[in-house]
């Protein structure tokens, strides 16, 4: 029986509750033994220059999801050929660990621009999608290829996004992790980031 091994990707610049409890959401499916995270160096699709360094991104992880057995943090993609793609990242950990079955964990909203990642296609032939669906998640609009690939698990998401973290820095205690905002105070990130 092979272990089961979510795959959990982003810029998580900075993570947050939402980040957590979707994390959470997807543990709880059942579905998995295992949640691997994946801090991206340098996403693809993203063109912000002001992005904060991997390193703290990495480390508000590690902070983030302390205690969680059933978490890992990795620096895989820091130490693949830039940029991460998700297809070489998936392909690397399959070859690597031929004994893991892996998913790729979504959340809804990219499921929607799914169809616009590098060789969506071919993702789809190397694993199945697990989605965390909101609350009257509409999927009329998503291609039939993509949702025969998918599996959709209970999500009650808390509203918050790393944008909006940045933005509201200051009134957004709530939206942290408190280790993670004292991380953030203590090496004083995004103190001069404008969104």
Same mark, same amino acid.
Request: overall charge neutral; charged content about 30%.
């Given at each position: ?16 509750? =939402?980040?957590?409890? &979707?994390?959470? $959401?997807? *543990?709880?499916?059942? !579905? ?5 995270? %994946?801090? /991206? ?25 302390? =205690?969680?057995?059933? &978490?890992?943090? $990795?620096? *895989?993609?820091?130490? !693949? ?5 998700? %297809?070489? /990242? ?38 199945? !999608? ?66």
């Amino acid at each position: 029986m092979k272990k089961r091994t979510g795959i959990f990707g982003g810029s998580f610049d900075p993570v947050h509750s =939402g980040h957590l409890e &979707v994390a959470d $959401s997807f *543990l709880k499916s059942g !579905l998995i033994d295992e949640l691997l995270i %994946l801090p /991206t160096p340098y996403p693809p699709h993203k063109k912000e220059k002001n992005q904060t360094p991997f390193h703290h991104r990495l480390k508000m992880l590690e902070i983030a999801f302390a =205690g969680w057995d059933s &978490v890992k943090i $990795s620096d *895989l993609e820091a130490n !693949l050929p830039s940029p991460s793609y998700t %297809l070489q /990242t998936l392909r690397y950990l399959k070859k690597e660990n031929p004994d893991t079955r892996f998913f790729l964990c979504l959340g809804e909203d990219n499921l929607k621009i799914f169809e616009k990642w590098y060789k969506s296609d071919e993702i789809l032939k190397e694993t199945v !999608l697990i989605i965390a669906e909101r609350p009257g998640f509409d999927s009329s609009g998503i291609p039939p290829k993509i949702l025969e690939r998918a599996v959709f698990v209970e999500h009650h998401p808390v509203d918050a996004s790393s944008t909006r973290v940045r933005k509201a820095m200051k009134q957004s205690g709530d939206l942290l992790p408190e280790n993670v905002a004292e991380y953030i105070q203590k090496h004083g990130l995004y103190q001069e980031r404008k969104s």
